[in-house]
């Protein structure tokens, strides 16, 4: 591979960097990343310039709430970052949906700091964000329920094994088909059935052992007004979906995002959190990505609640958003 001062050479630059030359250095100097060829080197070095350029006109605007910076895909192609995506279309029809009652519920809920949510993980190049959704909200409910750390448990095994339930493994899924592939089959550890899927984007040949521990006994749809999710959320994390498509999300830093963002759902996260924040004085729903800790705000990124009160919601947070309740066996 040529490391970058030999890509540099050879584009014959080195004696005279542009600025946007120095910063993609700097860049790929943080970010520890290679290419294999100058061609390689000048395409991402391109896709850089693409990116920096809005993430500086974001930040310039002293109208929006939310700010951008460079991360791991600041040199990623549009076909590269759809692999970390992985929704099958819109949320099915469900039954009758959980929604607020007269209940008081806490003013800000950060399950986070709680100790109920595991560390962030990261789904690699692989659409398997459903499995990871599914997962982070199964280890919640069954750590708040038994008073107990979150335990990690296998994203594989969903994305190799659920298909017969509707999952196309590292090609998309829903959290709640991984959830009905749980009702009959327990989910093992991540020490048991360690995730690879990652690395090359492959689903896998499935290879449960059956010694699972953990089984969803239900599941049900959130209604899509702010109070309705805050309310399951003040019980526990849950699963939502929202557009992660533009640069507004897969750029995030800081702030809560209120604008810059589409409603056609695409990805599978979870809210493991509200509350007001500080310094936007602005109503926010906390969420977990799957895309790692370096990612966002130490893989963390909050999405405004809407302005509305109602669906669609920002990135369209509101539209799909389930609560599950999980046991172990």
């Not at 990871?132 to 199964?138: C, K, L, Y």
């Not at 990652?198 to 702010?226: H, I, L, R």
């Not at 959190?273 to 370096?294: I, K």
């Not at 963390?300 to 389930?322: D, F």
């Amino acid at each position: 591979m040529f490391n970058t001062f030999a890509a540099v050479a050879l584009t014959g630059a080195v004696s005279a960097f542009s600025q946007s030359q120095f910063e993609f250095m700097q860049y790929i100097a943080k970010q520890g990343k290679t290419y294999a060829t100058v061609e390689e080197f000048n395409m991402r070095m391109e896709l850089f310039a693409q990116r920096n350029a809005i993430i500086e006109e974001w930040n310039a605007d002293d109208t929006v709430t939310s700010k951008m910076g460079h991360n791991f895909l600041s040199d990623w192609t549009v076909e590269e970052k759809a692999k970390l995506t992985g929704l099958i279309g819109e949320p099915e029809a469900s039954g009758p949906k959980l929604i607020a009652g007269n209940s008081p519920i806490a003013n800000a809920v950060d399950w986070v700091t709680a100790g109920k949510v595991g560390p962030v993980k990261d789904q690699g190049q692989c659409g398997s964000c459903w499995a990871f959704s599914a997962t982070g909200s199964v280890e919640s409910s069954i750590a708040i329920a038994e008073g107990s750390s979150p335990l990690s448990y296998s994203e594989q095994q969903l994305t190799s094994c659920s298909s017969a339930y509707g999952n196309n493994g590292c090609s998309g899924g829903w959290y709640y088909w991984a959830w009905n592939y749980m009702k009959v089959n327990a989910q093992e550890k991540t020490s048991q059935y360690p995730y690879t899927s990652g690395k090359f984007g492959q689903t896998g040949t499935c290879t449960a052992s059956g010694s699972g521990v953990a089984k969803v006994s239900s599941y049900v749809q959130v209604g899509q007004t702010n109070a309705d999710i805050m309310a399951a959320i003040n019980l526990k994390p849950v699963s939502v979906a929202l557009d992660a498509q533009r640069a507004v999300f897969q750029s995030y830093t800081s702030g809560v995002v209120t604008s810059g963002c589409g409603t056609q759902l695409d990805h599978a996260v979870m809210a493991v959190g509200y509350g007001n924040d500080p310094v936007t004085g602005l109503d926010y729903f906390l969420v977990r990505n799957s895309w790692g800790a370096s990612w966002g705000d130490n893989g963390y990124v909050k999405i405004g609640q809407s302005s509305t009160g109602t669906a669609p919601g920002y990135c369209g947070i509101n539209k799909a958003v389930y609560t599950v309740n999980a046991v172990s066996v």
